[in-house]
């Protein structure tokens, strides 16, 4: 591509790259932290439900159906909610609405972050993460700043009260992106009223197993979550389609279910990890539906292209602190086993 009718802005960026999506069959894809598992049946009737001749009409821009499920299932307002397509859609959002000047983040992270800070001109300040892979608390005291919590790729989760500390002693907008969080962190959603600094983003994606659907949302003061819809109502007014808007509302109404999948998915993580450790793995305490492993026998690219002999896809990160790491969403058990066993047979040689 020549670029000659590209803008200077698209020259400049380095688009965010997405974990593959494998074209082969009979593959364990263990590469991009979906769940194993299907989403609720409940969510499932609602998109058959879904009246297709209604489809000819705009869906509601506000998505308040979203707006009250989110609310049910956080303990909040429905004006403290804000929809979106997807997590990726509502920090796009975030950074274009609450982002001035300088925001930290993680030096080890999700990456989009970068992406959105070099296409919006958000000065990003990477904060290095220490030794352990936990973050440095303090050093994110004042200005503003992005946090994923539990952190991606590690894994690795802040507590309530570092949280608060953040919030505390922030100077402007603290986001914690918490797409993770069902898998055993504590949400930061109950600070909002105490923080009004304070945003919490959700994504429907992984606990809830809608990766497909494209759908999240954001918990903050009612002044936050206007920030974002004056900015959304300038850019897409109708982010999300009604069956998606019918499947998120009944998805997240169904608490109990959600809370046995996610259950279910904790228990083969810490299985898994633990037959890891067993192998000589380190693997970091996860709070999160995926690991992160690394072994001194053998590097990551190596065992990552053996994996994928055996039709066994995972994913490596080109962070250099990280890249001799691999990033392992969790299958369900009869996955789980096959995978184990091929790491063996690859250890053994």
């Not at 069959?25 to 209604?54: G, M, R």
């Not at 001109?121 to 440095?136: C, H, Q, R, S």
Request: proline share 5%.
């Amino acid at each position: 591509m020549d670029k000659k009718f590209w803008s200077e802005k698209a020259k400049r960026i380095k688009p965010y790259v997405a974990g593959e999506q494998p074209k082969f069959d009979d593959i364990i894809k263990l590469n991009t932290n979906e769940s194993p598992f299907p989403p609720s049946p409940k969510a499932i009737e609602a998109f058959y439900n879904t009246n297709a001749a209604d489809m000819r009409l705009y869906p509601d821009t506000n998505a308040q159906i979203v707006r009250e499920a989110a609310a049910f299932a956080d303990g909040v307002k429905p004006e403290n909610i804000f929809v979106g397509n997807g997590s990726d859609d509502v920090l796009a959002m975030t950074f274009m609405a609450l982002f001035d000047g300088e925001v930290k983040t993680p030096d080890v992270t999700y990456s989009f972050y970068t992406v959105w800070a070099s296409l919006l001109g958000v000065d990003l300040k990477e904060i290095p993460l220490n030794d352990d892979l936990t973050i440095p608390v303090e050093k994110f005291f004042g200005g503003s700043c992005i946090i994923a919590n539990p952190n991606a790729p590690t894994g690795l989760m802040l507590s309530l009260e570092d949280i608060e500390k953040i919030a505390a002693n922030a100077d402007g907008p603290v986001v914690i992106d918490e797409a993770y969080v069902a898998f055993g962190a504590e949400t930061a959603a109950v600070l909002i009223d105490k923080y009004p600094n304070l945003l919490v983003v959700r994504t429907l994606s992984k606990a809830h197993g809608l990766a497909g659907l494209r759908m999240g949302y954001a918990i903050g003061c009612e002044d936050l979550i206007g920030a974002l819809y004056a900015v959304k109502d300038s850019f897409n007014s109708y982010p999300t389609d009604r069956a998606a808007q019918n499947m998120a509302a009944a998805a997240l109404y169904d608490v109990e279910y959600n809370k046995a999948t996610v259950e279910r998915v904790c228990r083969i993580r810490d299985n898994t990890a633990e037959e890891l450790r067993k192998m000589g793995f380190s693997v970091t305490d996860s709070k999160t539906n995926f690991l992160f492993i690394t072994h001194p026998a053998i590097s990551a690219e190596e065992l990552m292209k053996k994996l994928r002999d055996k039709a066994i896809i995972v994913r490596r990160l080109s962070n250099p602190r990280t890249s001799n790491y691999l990033r392992m969403s969790m299958g369900t058990e009869e996955q789980m086993e096959r995978v184990l066993a091929e790491i063996r047979n690859i250890l053994e040689g």
